[in-house]
């Protein structure tokens, strides 16, 4: 079975960068689309940043600018680059693949906690 491995988060000033890494146990490209949503306590769970098979990227308006997905196809690993971070970036984001296989499915991470305070 297929799993996605986070890591990456932590706590940070307002101002300041992190980058999450989210390992594939197999191909990156079993996925045609893959992505990073994030919680905050009390809320739903929103799409972030997501980046189709042919690579184009796609952005919630409140971080475009500041953040930016990748992916290194070798490492079957995605990546979201984070700066200018504010407090109301604080969340768990959790790293999501989505598959078509007679279906939709999707599969996601276990959530890295992002915190964004002084």
């Known amino acids: 079975q297929v799993q996605l491995v986070e890591s990456g988060g932590g706590l940070v000033q307002p101002g300041g960068s992190l980058r999450l890494s989210c390992a594939v146990s197999g191909s990156i490209e079993t996925f045609y689309r893959m992505g990073w949503y994030r919680q905050a306590p009390g809320k739903e769970r929103d799409m972030v940043a997501t980046?189709?098979?042919?690579?184009?990227?796609n952005y919630v308006d409140s971080v475009k600018g500041r953040f930016t997905i990748s992916r290194d196809i070798a490492k079957n690993t995605i990546y979201l680059q984070m700066n200018s971070l504010k407090p109301e970036d604080t969340a768990v984001y959790y790293c999501?693949?989505?598959?078509?296989?007679?279906?939709?499915?999707?599969?996601w991470g276990q959530g890295t906690q992002v915190t964004v305070s002084m």
């Open positions: 980046i189709t098979r042919a690579g184009f990227g």
């Open positions: 999501n693949g989505r598959m078509w296989n007679a279906g939709e499915y999707d599969y």
